[in-house]
């Protein structure tokens, strides 16, 4: 369990704000803050790694005190076993792919780096450096150089930020996949819902230094009450069924929509089908929807 209790004083750009957050991360759950830029993520990221200290806090990491302020405990960064992956992937420039893994690692183990390059399709480029790779691929070896720390947390900083949509969506699946693989506790920063809804177990929104929401995607993002008609353009992400009905849930730009299919839209539709969704009437219950491809 990754118990996580602080309060910070920020600089806004709309002023001071106190940054307080309380977590409890179950092992193996694939955390995500999310909120807009300025609400406390980043910071809550770095206090985690010993990088930035609270006002006050406590922080335990499966069962060991890394920060107490009442009883001035305060264990510093590099004792901490956290992988952190930022934005602009921070390899070292003059190291290739296999020399900046082998800086990761504190006991030398050639044959785990040869698995790992061999899980993330870059053992051919093993012996190249940072500059003669793709974005795509610097970030698949940060992402491996976090892994290969053992780390107790992984915490992500909107890795993919910078990279197109179809490079993002590939790298969430090296995510997924090296989150399930080696069963971390990830911790990841993000403001892409569509992202979010595809990798995050539970996930808690950040607004001012506060958490306004938690709980899982759905919880948290869909509003099943609202009445009013509308039309979109999404992608389906997920199909369930619940009970004796199958919901589809759908984004459309950085939203979540839930939708009620029928069985002869499951027959049609899949994940990844772009649709149209439109509510009939004043029943948000009852939609129809029309396969954009096969239109």
């Known amino acids: 369990m990754v118990v996580l209790e602080v309060k910070k004083t920020l600089a806004g750009s709309d002023g001071p704000f106190d940054l307080s957050v309380n977590l409890e991360i179950r092992p193996g759950t694939l955390q995500t803050l999310y909120g807009k830029s300025g609400s406390g993520k980043t910071t809550i990221l770095r206090i985690l790694a010993g990088l930035a200290t609270p006002d006050t806090g406590y922080i335990e990491v499966h069962g060991s005190v890394w920060l107490d302020s009442v009883r001035g405990i305060n264990i510093p960064a590099r004792k901490r076993r956290v992988g952190f992956v ?20 504190n006991k030398k183990n050639s044959r785990k ?35 290969l720390r053992e780390p107790e947390i992984l915490l992500l900083d909107e890795p993919l930020s910078a990279l197109d949509q179809k490079m993002r969506a590939k790298l969430q699946d090296e995510i997924l996949r090296l989150h399930k693989e080696f069963n971390l506790t990830t911790i990841l920063v993000s403001h892409d819902k569509q992202e979010v809804f595809k990798l995050s177990d539970k996930v808690a929104f950040l607004e001012k230094g506060g958490i306004i929401r938690e709980g899982s995607v759905l919880d948290v993002f869909l509003n099943r009450n609202t009445s009013n008609k509308f039309s979109f353009a999404g992608t ?32 049609h539709l899949m994940p990844g089908d772009e649709v149209l969704v439109a509510s009939k009437a004043f029943n948000p219950v009852v939609m129809k929807l029309e396969n954009v491809r096969n239109s």
């Open 236 to 267: 389906i992400l997920s199909i369930r069924k619940a009970d004796c009905i199958y919901l589809a849930v759908i984004g459309s730009g950085n939203e979540l929509f839930e939708a009620v299919l029928t069985e002869k839209d499951i027959r």
């Open 113 to 147: 780096i040869d698995d790992l390059l061999d899980l993330i399709d870059l053992a051919t480029l093993a012996d190249r450096y940072p500059s003669m790779l793709s974005g795509g691929q610097q970030q698949r070896v940060a992402l491996a150089r976090a892994v």
């Open 86 to 105: 930022f934005q602009d992937y921070s390899l070292f420039p003059k190291m290739t792919v296999r020399e900046n893994l082998l800086f990761a690692q």
